[in-house]
T-cell receptor
Framework: GAVVSQHPSWVICKSGTSVKIECRSL??????MFWYRQFPKQSLMLMAT?????????EQGVEKDKFLINHASLTLSTLTVTSAHPEDSSFYIC?????????????FGPGTRLTVL | AQSVTQLGSHVSVSEGALVLLRCNYS??????LFWYVQYPNQGLQLLLK??????LVKGINGFEAEFKKSETSFHLTKPSAHMSDAAEYFC?????????????FGAGTILRVKS
């Protein structure tokens, strides 16, 4: 149980285009999903917290107009990187917190490798 | 504010030897603590968690960690390393609703297991 999927697993795009990444909780409902960014050989940095049916909360320094987050249902959150540039190339990981769970346990997706040319 | 410090960005052990990965935390309230493992190009898998119950926590794959409040530590250990343990390990802290259930991660420790 508690499986989180991400799609696509990797994507290559041209500079200036937009890319959408999906995060799904497959066997549980997630009222809260989190989006992280991980640069090579670095730790995960929280970008935003997404609650179902409400606007995402972005961490300081993260451009909300560039990284659009939608959490339309209890099993799906999407991250859209708008007008992507090479510096946006990174590994994006989502996680989901199950409804009713305590202890803040988050279940992580397998990640999406974004390369912007 | 919360923070996590992992001592040693790289740890190398021989197969069968003790694994010790160090984690110290800072939190203004009683913390929840986690250890995650990440294999290359994959997401994170939870190894174990401390949630204010027993101070010695046992996790998957033979790992365990001990919460020591006086030392603000949550070191991860495994008695005998296996080649399949080679991966990157992250310690994380959360203190519940007060900070929006966020996890703050340490910088990670890459574990290398020599045959």
């Amino acid at each position: 149980g508690a499986v989180v999927s991400q799609h696509p697993s990797w994507v290559i795009c041209k500079s200036g285009t937009s890319v959408k990444i999906e995060c799904r909780s497959l066997d549980f409902q997630a009222t809260t999903m989190f989006w992280y960014r991980q640069f090579p050989k670095q730790s995960l940095m929280l970008m935003a917290t997404s609650n179902e049916g409400s606007k995402a909360t972005y961490e300081q320094g993260v451009e909300k107009d560039k990284f659009l987050i939608n959490h339309a249902s209890l099993t799906l959150s999407t991250l859209t990187v708008t007008s992507a540039h090479p510096e946006d190339s990174s590994f994006y990981i989502c996680s989901a917190r199950a409804s009713g769970r305590t202890y803040n346990e988050q279940f992580f997706g397998p990640g999406t490798r974004l390369t912007v040319l | 504010a919360q923070s996590v410090t992992q001592l040693g960005s790289h740890v190398s052990v021989s197969e069968g030897a003790l694994v010790l990965l160090r984690c110290n935390y800072s939190s203004s309230v009683p913390p929840y603590l986690f250890w995650y493992v990440q294999y290359p190009n994959q997401g994170l898998q939870l190894l174990l968690k401390y949630t204010s119950a027993a101070t010695l926590v046992k996790g998957i794959n033979g790992f365990e960690a001990e919460f020591k409040k006086s030392e603000t530590s949550f070191h991860l250990t495994k008695p005998s390393a296996h080649m399949s343990d080679a991966a990157e390990y992250f310690c994380a802290v959360s203190d519940g609703v007060e900070y929006g259930n966020k996890l703050v991660f340490g910088a990670g420790t890459i574990l290398r297991v020599k045959s």
